[in-house]
T-cell receptor, first 113, second 111 residues
Framework: EAGVTQFPSHSVIEKGQTVTLRCDPI?????LYWYRRVMGKEIKFLLH????????ESGMPNNRFLAERTGGTYSTLKVQPAELEDSGVYFC???????????FGSGTRLTVV | GENVEQHPSTLSVQEGDSAVIKCTYS??????FPWYKQELGKRPQLIID?????GEKKDQRIAVTLNKTAKHFSLHITETQPEDSAVYFC??????????FGKGTSLLVTP
């Protein structure tokens, strides 16, 4: 089966600009998660979709971050406007319903300058 | 919420030696503990996991132990090889499906 795909793999933007990250989960995986790793720190949970619904968005840092999952398929994570502290690697992961076994994507490395 | 502590942050071993990485967690309700390996520039990959009703699990050279009373769990890699070099993350789930990760251990296996 195809894995979790993230696009772009790298993005460099200026402070104040907008960036949209995309995640295509494994087909049939109802659960979709966004995580972020800031340089040298732990991977932190951002939010969890079950199909198109936000199940848990307790990890979203502030209202500059907006996640959507249209039709319960792919998901986007928009950062607007981007700040320097948003730099890091953003990971998407998916899993089947009632399954803790995640499959991670390769991540998007975001650099805000 | 859950807090996962991971030690050491870096670990260097010689090929053939064993490596042990330890994690502690704070929420006694946590019931699932996976370990992920992340090679440079690649995705975190699940290498082994354990649930709270099991004390130990082994898969070839990799084993994980769980002590629920003490709230800690450990990853053991035996007969290490250079390709084991990577960053290893422990994690725990206490409620829902969100993983709480440790800060990672950078393992270097020297030939």
């Amino acid at each position: 089966e195809a894995g979790v795909t993230q696009f772009p793999s790298h993005s460099v933007i200026e402070k104040g600009q907008t960036v949209t990250l995309r995640c295509d989960p494994i087909s049939g995986h109802d659960n979709l998660y966004w995580y972020r790793r800031v340089m040298g720190k732990e991977i932190k949970f951002l939010l969890h979709f079950v199909k198109e619904s936000k199940q848990d968005e307790s990890g979203m840092p502030n209202n500059r971050f907006l996640a959507e999952r249209t039709g319960g398929t792919y998901s986007t994570l928009k950062v607007q406007p981007a700040e320097l502290e948003d730099s890091g690697v953003y990971f998407c992961a998916s899993s089947r319903r009632e399954d803790y076994g995640y499959t991670f994507g390769s991540g998007t490395r975001l650099t805000v300058v | 919420g859950e807090n996962v502590e991971q030690h050491p942050s870096t670990l260097s071993v010689q090929e053939g030696d064993s490596a042990v990485i330890k994690c502690t967690y704070s929420d006694s309700a946590s019931n699932y503990f996976p370990w992920y390996k992340q090679e440079l520039g690649k995705r975190p990959q699940l290498i082994i996991d354990i649930r709270s009703n099991v004390g130990e699990k082994k898969d070839q050279r990799i084993a994980v132990t769980l002590n629920k009373t003490a709230k800690h769990f450990s990853l053991h890699i035996t007969e290490t090889q250079p390709e084991d070099s990577a960053v290893y993350f422990c994690a725990a789930i206490s409620s829902g499906y969100a993983l709480n990760f440790g800060k990672g251990t950078s393992l270097l296996v020297t030939p």
